[in-house]
């Protein structure tokens, strides 16, 4: 079903793109210019990720970081791929590299959620 464009999408989404990282709902918030309550974005967020323009991202300490879909889909990144936070500034990226795992075989793997913790290479060279 085709979903019509609304303002706040297209903030959301801006704000999205323009980063290029995994963002918290809070982080997009305050990076938006339009005036928007905090279930909206949410409501927004949760849209994208069923449409599958943002994948949701569940950090060790259980905050949602939302991140673009720009390489996920036509196998340019692996859908279960790693994610990278970093401890110093806080953000999420996605890592190109394909997860490697192995698991009895009467399992299915429907989602991964790998989540490393550290210091990026912005950070790092700070």
């Known amino acids: 079903m085709k979903r019509r464009n609304t303002p706040t999408k297209e903030a959301v989404l801006?704000?999205?793109v323009k980063t290029g990282?995994?963002?918290?709902?809070?982080?997009?918030?305050?990076?938006?210019?339009?005036?928007?309550?905090?279930?909206?974005?949410y409501r927004v967020l949760n849209r994208f990720c069923?449409?599958?323009?943002?994948?949701?991202?569940?950090?060790?300490?259980?905050?949602?970081?939302?991140?673009?879909c720009v390489k996920c889909?036509?196998?340019?990144?692996?859908?279960?791929?790693f994610h990278?936070?970093?401890?110093?500034?806080?953000?999420?990226e996605c890592?190109?590299?394909k997860?490697?795992?192995?698991?009895?075989?009467e399992y299915e793997v429907e989602n991964v959620n790998c989540v490393l913790t550290g210091t990026c290479?912005?950070?790092s060279h700070k």
Do not use: W
């Open 14 to 16: 801006d704000v999205l």
């Open 21 to 41: 990282k995994a963002m918290s709902q809070d982080a997009i918030e305050q990076k938006i210019d339009i005036d928007i309550n905090r279930a909206t974005i």
């Open 50 to 68: 069923d449409d599958g323009i943002v994948h949701r991202v569940v950090a060790e300490d259980g905050k949602q970081y939302f991140a673009l």
């Open 73 to 81: 889909e036509e196998n340019q990144k692996p859908s279960h791929h």
């Open 84 to 92: 990278f936070r970093c401890l110093k500034c806080d953000t999420i």
């Open 95 to 97: 890592l190109p590299v």
């Open 99 to 105: 997860v490697n795992f192995s698991i009895p075989d």
């Open 121 to 123: 290479k912005e950070c």
